[in-house]
Each structure stands twice: as structure tokens, then as C-alpha cells.
């Protein structure tokens, strides 16, 4: 059974049990939602219990003596990364580490709007005397590595993005996804990948004795990079992913990383968290692929110097707010793009900033639960468009057939989040092809789940510790959505551009501190301002830290009736085991 609410969404109960919500027993609900077997041990996860033998991947082996043997050739190493989180990460660790040994290295990233995304000859032509490693990319730069191995240039490849062929133009190519690899790690992004292979190749100098009489690298202080590009490339927090950033968290905690700890500073009151890492550090790092030059992440992430790390810290803080502010005024030039009836969102303009239209993409599919496609058109007349789904439409699939139908020229991604390139001359095509391809696509109402139903009352400090026995959430490990009962709303007010503050009330006088984001002018955002009687509300809980004090805080995701029947209705929900 599920349940209607007052903004249209469907709510769904994960809990499949009638256990009481005590804080006693609520690790163990939520452990159970997740497939969760054994809490103890995922709860004391280590590095040393789930760090594999780097050597079982294919091709590790390969790319190690590769590197080696660059090092003790001392033949340049040239690191060629992406411009996101992920990205400049990967590019961080190898930096450090052969800064560390003294080899010789360069880096470089592409620019998102000059380059592209991935390998591209030029970059590989550069750089033609060196080992080229690609992180983050170069999987599937199919042509780029067959060029490579014509002019005699040497690549490995450290990457983790979804691939079908194997290049055997590569040097070496690490990578998870391989249709040939055993798919046990294909949860770990490009800079776990890189890490392994730091770690494998650190392990073989050692045994050749390249530390004689040196100082050896210390790769658990490069956790905290892992980390950091764990929760930003939203990748499954599981097994050696969530030892990486309970790992890497507790290092950052500890500010050793001069890069890190400036924009913690600049970001003001941002606890530790891996949620916290994701919504106020990585915004920051990956304004600078988007707005400027990704380098200005890698040398905030690599310098040993705390006033240049200050100085890139303050820089990338105010491009983050440059891209905030152009992120707004591009939403409002979108939304009059949306017609009424049409089951897609298609809004275009000459000369929207690359960097920001896939942001907007995904704006407006959360907004308006349609699949979104935004385009800006170059001054060459080709239309680059950022694409994001919703549930029933595989967006790279509908980009393969526009390409065999030739309204489109090339694209490519996941079945949520695509892009692609075209004639913009031929926008009227690209729309009709649009309303075809989707028109026996019928939106469904979105379905939220929550891990079970609990009472104003038990919204406690006390409680959310047990809850927090879980951390880190993130992607695989959701945090944790309860159904509040008959609450009522009080006090709502606007704060911010579109987020709505209120609080919840009960008949006992007890009180819930309440936000909703970017509800301000959505349906839930109607219903906040004009709902005056109990209600029951879904979201999350968590706990915040202000002077010193702690505080319950509940973020609103969604309003319903309260049930008739409450009890009856609770217990068909968890038996619907949604």
C-alpha cells in the first residue's frame, strides 16, 4: 500500500516489521532497510579489512612496472586528468606522491568549454616525450590511443568510467568497469583506482629499495583526497569505499592537508561529514573546472604553502558564488521554455555557460520530475546540450537514436545523465524528435521512501547517536527518512533566495526546528504557507552544531494528511515492503 501526498508524490515505507522505533533497536530498522546482515561489522569497517591486493586488477601490474620504470629512467610523467572533483583528486594524489620521490612530472586538465571532456590529441601530442597517465578518463578515447601508439607515446590508463571495448592501444588500462574484470570493485571511483595503483607501486619501490636511506611517503595522509572524491563522484558508499571516507574524514579532521584545511576555513561552521564534504567542499573545487581552470583545485589540493592555499581557497569561494549567481539567472531564463502538457523540459539559448547547464538540467528535472534537456548554442551554430532523466526514459539511449536518425552528432552517457552535440539549425527537428521518442513516456509520480514512522517526541539528540552508527551516508547508504505524525506546521518564513524555515508542533508544546530547501514557489511550498491543520511530514533528521551547543534539526521533503487508522495503515505499508 502506499500513500497519496499533498503535493502529488507517493510515499513508501522501507521498514517491513512492526518493531517498535526505540532508540534502542532503530540502528538495527535502518541496518535491516539497507540488506544490512552484520552491523557490527560494517559498523567498525577498516582500511586493513577490505583493502585488496591491487595486483588482482587487470593490467595494475603492467602500469606499475610502467611507472616504475619512468621513475627510475627518470623519463617526465605526464598526468593528464578531468576537471571535476574526481578528477583534479586523482591528479592530487599522483602529484604528491611522485613530488614526494622526486620524480619528474608535469599535469594537465582539459578546459571544459576550449577541450572537452577526456584524452584529445593535443594534450597527448604535448606531452609526446613522457609516460602519459590518464586519470579519470581514457577508457573509451578509442581514437586518442590509437594515435598514441602510432607516434611511439606510452599510456596508462586509471580510470573508472563504464566501457564495452578494451583498447589494446594502451599501455596499461586500469579500470573496474573492464567487460573482463571481475565487477567486485566497480563501486570505486577514478581516485580509489589511482590510490591502489600509488599504493601497489609504492610497495614495489620499497621491495627494490628505492627508500634507501630516504624518507617513505606516508599514502594513508592521501586518504583524505580519496575521500573527498568518493562522496563527490556519488559512488556507492560500500565496502572499501566507506573505509576510504571514514578514513579519509577522520584525516581531514585532523587539517593536514594545507589545501583542504583553507576551504574548510573559508566555508565556516562545516562539520566533518562525508554529507558536508559533498554540499559545501566539493561545490567549491569543482567551481573551478566550471568557471575558470580546474589547475587552481590541483594547486589548492597540492601546496605546501598555507598563503597561496589561502589566497586559491578565497578565489574559489568567489567563483562558486559567481556560479550560483549564474545559476539562477539561467533558471529563469529557463523555466518559460516549459510547456504545459509536454512530458519533457527542452529550454535553449546561445551562449549558456557549459559549465552550468547540466546544474540546471538537474534543477529543473528535481522541480518538475520530467526529463530535461538544456542547450546552448556556440557561436560556430552547434548546440551542446546537458541532459538529465527521471525513471522509464534511458537518456543515452534516446541519444543513440537520434544519432542513427542524424538529428543528432554525437553524444553520450548514462541512462540519467547524458550530453550531446548538434545543428542547432535544426532545434525544430531535434524537439520533434524529442515528442516522438517520448510520447508513450507518462510521467509517474515520485516515490519517496522512508525507513519508518516515528513521533515528534523521539526526534532526539539520544536518538540520532544511535541513528549516526551508520555514518557516513551518501549514495548506497542513504541518510536515514522517517514519517513524522501529526505534527503542526508554525512560524513558516522565506530565508535565503527559496528556502522556506518553519517549525513543528505537537499538543505537548514540543518543538522541531524545520527547513525546507528550494521549496519557496513549488507545490510543497504552497502547501507549507497554507496548511493549518495536523499533518504528517517525511524527511530527514540531523543534528547541528552552533556555539558549541547541539541541536535537532528536520529537513522537509514532503507534507501528507494525517491516516485514518494510523496504526493499520503504518503496518500495510511495511508489509507492501516497498
Known sequence: MNIASLTGKVWCLRCDDTVETTTENIAKILAKNRGINDLKAFTSVSIAATMPDPMIFIDMEKAVCRIIKAIQDKQKIAILGDYDVDGVASVSILVKFLKHIGADYVYAIPNRVDDGYGLNKINIEKHRECLVIAVDCGSGSLEELAYAKQNLIDVVILDHHSMSVVSADAI??????????SGKYRYLCAAGVVFLCVW?????????????????????????????????????????????????????????NIGIDALLSVSKNVAVTAEAISFSLGPKLNSAGRMSSADLSVQLLTTENPLEAKKIALHLDDLNKERQMLERMMMEEAVPFIKEGQNFILAYKENWHLGI????????????????????????????????SVDGVNISELIRKGMECGVIISGGGHAMAAGFSFDFDRIGELENFLFSAMQKYSPAPPTLYADCVISLNQASIEFLKSVSTLEPFGMGNYRPKFVIQNVRITGPRIVGEDHISLALTNNNSSSLRTISFRSHGTPLGKVIFNEDSLVNVLGTLTISLWNGRESVNFQLEDIAHPWKNEDTVVSQLRSAAC
Request: hydrophobic share 40%; with cysteine.
Open 172 to 181: 596499461a588500462l586500469v579500470n573496474p568497469h573492464r567487460p573482463d574484470e
Open 200 to 256: 601497489a607501486t609504492h610497495q614495489l619501490l620499497k621491495e627494490k629499495g628505492f627508500y634507501a636511506g630516504g624518507k617513505e611517503p606516508n599514502l594513508e595522509d592521501y586518504m583524505d583526497l580519496v575521500a573527498l572524491a568518493t562522496v563527490c563522484d556519488v559512488v556507492d558508499l560500500v565496502e572499501l569505499n566507506r573505509a576510504f571516507v571514514i578514513a579519509g574524514t577522520r584525516i581531514i579532521r585532523q587539517r593536514k
Open 357 to 388: 547547464i547540466g546544474i540546471i538540467a538537474g534543477r529543473l528535472r528535481e522541480k518538475y520530475n520530467r526529463p530535461s534537456i538544456i542547450v546552448s548554442r556556440d557561436p560556430s551554430g552547434v548546440g551542446k546540450a546537458s541532459c538529465r
